[in-house]
């Protein structure tokens, strides 16, 4: 897998990525600490030699976010949601933080305590869910999408999600370079401009692991 291409990765901006059934229930849903899935927690070197810690996103993570969020330079922030969009409103920070860990999830990278990258998976539908994530300017081609794409397949999976899809645009090629040299069989097509990205992620790719039923 080659690591070297980690910009930014948008699907469709996340307030239009939940079915009608999962977003009439985004505002009410909390992180539910007993919930919290700490086995998803991990210590990880990147093929670049970076050392990051991975683990979920929490709902006291609203402050951190917002302060990642505007750091991240214009170019990333448009790759990200479409538009120009410096600031996370109140509604977005606490949607992007309070996930239920199965139909929403969202991993978040830090180094020495610095939150520098967020991946994120909503279902859209039984075994389908739309990825994206967002890599700090300064970790840049340090292998962090690509980590994250890993751990967010490897997550999805075990909550029985067969198949990821993104929306990227077509300008952001280094993105699309790591959905096309990832261990995935990824396949494209042009929608309005947009490049629309799907692949399985099923037993094929993690066949040592038992998807759990019913989640």
């Known amino acids: 897998m080659t690591p070297k291409r980690d910009r930014v990765v948008s699907a469709r901006p996340d307030r239009t990525v939940l079915n009608s059934r999962a977003s009439s229930q985004v505002d009410t849903q909390a992180t539910d600490v ?9 210590d990880v070197t990147t093929m670049l030699g970076t050392t990051v810690h991975v683990r979920p996103i929490r709902a006291d993570d609203g402050d ?9 330079s214009p170019e990333s922030v448009y790759f990200r949601f479409f538009s120009p969009h410096p600031k996370l409103t109140p509604s977005e920070i606490h949607r992007f933080t309070h996930v239920d860990f199965a139909d ?10 610095r939150m520098v990258a967020i991946g994120r998976y909503d279902r859209t539908s039984g075994a389908e869910a739309e990825v ?18 890993e751990l967010l397949a490897q997550a999805a999976w075990m909550c029985g999600i067969n198949t990821f899809v ?3 645009l077509l300008e952001n090629r280094e993105m699309l370079h790591v959905f096309r040299h990832s261990r995935f069989e990824v396949s494209t097509h042009f929608v309005g401009g947009l490049v629309e990205v799907r692949f399985p992620i099923g037993p094929v ?5 038992e998807p759990n039923e019913g989640s």
């Open 104 to 113: 929403r999830l969202a991993l978040v990278v830090e180094i020495e305590g």
């Open 132 to 149: 994206a994530f967002v890599v700090a300017d300064k970790w840049h081609h340090h292998g962090v999408a690509t980590l994250l794409l």
């Open 166 to 168: 993104a929306s990227t």
């Open 205 to 209: 790719y993690h066949h040592h692991m």
């Open 64 to 72: 951190r976010l917002a302060t990642f969020h505007q750091e991240l």
């Open 34 to 42: 007993s919930d919290y899935p700490r086995a998803l927690e991990c």
